[in-house]
């Protein structure tokens, strides 16, 4: 059984407009999130440091360290994913609902969209760890950066010629700046996707500056490969040697 009483469901208290200094996440949530979750958290500290975000940061970071906990007594509490099962894990069920209740606190604010994509996220996790929290992302719109440093599997890379072709359709600036990010695909056609049609109406999408890039690296380079669909190939950037655009 699991003791939700040790993880608490108070809600935290609202912060006044004026008040823009945030509430810093702990130690150990830090932790949780940059060494199991393999998330970034530059990703998240520079979204809640958004000026439009500031008056709501301390309640989004107390569901962050919420979500956590949840986590972690489920941990402790022995539970196993079962693969093929729709029922929601017990954490998942108390993120759920904890979210539901701060919405109501949040509606009508920009800090609500950023709540369900947390809640999205650390729920993906709670049911089956690092591989549900990759694999499931989504694309569109602002997302916990997740950085992969080891192989995720399960994964199809022994499938994988010896020296992959990856194609990656994003900004002109990511080539001219080197920072490449670590999904590409072996398919030109969906990096096509990404460059040109994916984020049409996003507010950084400016048509001229899409391109798509071409590498060659090898498979022992990659972290995670899944032919089907977008055929994606997780790869070290740091393995890069060349990029060209196509």
Same mark, same amino acid.
């Given at each position: 059984?699991?003791?939700?009483?040790?993880?608490?469901?108070?809600?935290?208290?609202?912060?006044?407009?004026? =008040?823009?200094?945030?509430?810093?996440? #702990?130690?150990?949530? +830090? !932790? /949780? %999130?940059?060494?199991?979750?393999?998330? #970034?958290?530059?990703?998240?500290?520079?979204?809640?440091? &958004?000026?439009?975000?500031? $008056?709501?940061?301390?309640?989004? &970071?107390? @569901?962050? #360290?919420?979500?956590?906990?949840? %986590?972690?007594? =489920?941990?402790?509490?022995?539970?196993?994913?079962?693969?093929? #099962?729709?029922?929601?894990?017990?954490? =998942?069920? =108390?993120?759920?609902?904890?979210?539901?209740?701060?919405?109501? !606190?949040?509606?009508?604010?920009?800090?609500?969209?950023?709540?369900? *994509?947390?809640?999205? @996220?650390?729920?993906?996790?709670?049911?089956?760890?690092?591989? &549900?929290? /990759?694999?499931?992302?989504?694309?569109?719109?602002?997302? $916990?950066?997740?950085?992969?440093?080891?192989?995720?599997?399960?994964?199809?890379?022994?499938?994988? $010629?010896?020296?992959?072709?990856?194609?990656?359709?994003?900004?002109?600036?990511?080539?001219?700046?080197?920072?490449?990010?670590?999904?590409? *695909?072996?398919?030109?056609?969906? @990096?096509?996707?990404?460059?040109?049609?994916?984020?049409?109406?996003?507010?950084?999408?400016?048509? !001229?500056?899409?391109?798509?890039?071409?590498?060659?690296?090898?498979?022992?380079? @990659?972290? /995670?490969?899944? +032919?089907?669909?977008?055929? &994606?190939?997780? %790869? !070290?950037?740091?393995?890069?040697?060349?990029?060209?655009?196509?």
């Amino acid at each position: 059984m699991i003791d939700w009483e040790q993880v608490g469901n108070e809600m935290p208290v609202k912060r006044s407009k004026n =008040q823009e200094q945030p509430i810093m996440l #702990s130690t150990e949530d +830090q !932790d /949780f %999130i940059s060494n199991e979750m393999s998330i #970034s958290l530059a990703s998240i500290s520079s979204k809640l440091s &958004e000026h439009a975000l500031l $008056p709501y940061t301390d309640r989004l &970071e107390s @569901a962050i #360290s919420f979500f956590i906990r949840s %986590i972690l007594a =489920q941990n402790k509490s022995g539970y196993f994913f079962s693969e093929g #099962s729709f029922q929601l894990s017990p954490a =998942q069920v =108390q993120i759920n609902n904890y979210s539901a209740k701060l919405s109501e !606190d949040l509606s009508g604010t920009e800090a609500l969209p950023i709540l369900d *994509t947390l809640r999205y @996220a650390f729920s993906l996790f709670a049911r089956n760890g690092l591989h &549900e929290l /990759f694999t499931c992302q989504e694309n569109v719109g602002w997302y $916990p950066k997740v950085i992969l440093k080891k192989e995720l599997r399960p994964n199809d890379i022994n499938d994988l $010629p010896s020296l992959v072709t990856l194609y990656r359709g994003t900004d002109i600036a990511e080539h001219n700046t080197s920072s490449y990010g670590q999904s590409w *695909t072996t398919c030109k056609e969906i @990096a096509h996707l990404f460059a040109f049609k994916h984020y049409v109406g996003e507010p950084s999408f400016e048509v !001229d500056n899409r391109v798509i890039l071409i590498t060659k690296i090898s498979k022992e380079h @990659a972290y /995670f490969s899944n +032919q089907t669909g977008e055929f &994606e190939v997780v %790869i !070290d950037v740091g393995k890069i040697s060349h990029v060209e655009v196509v």
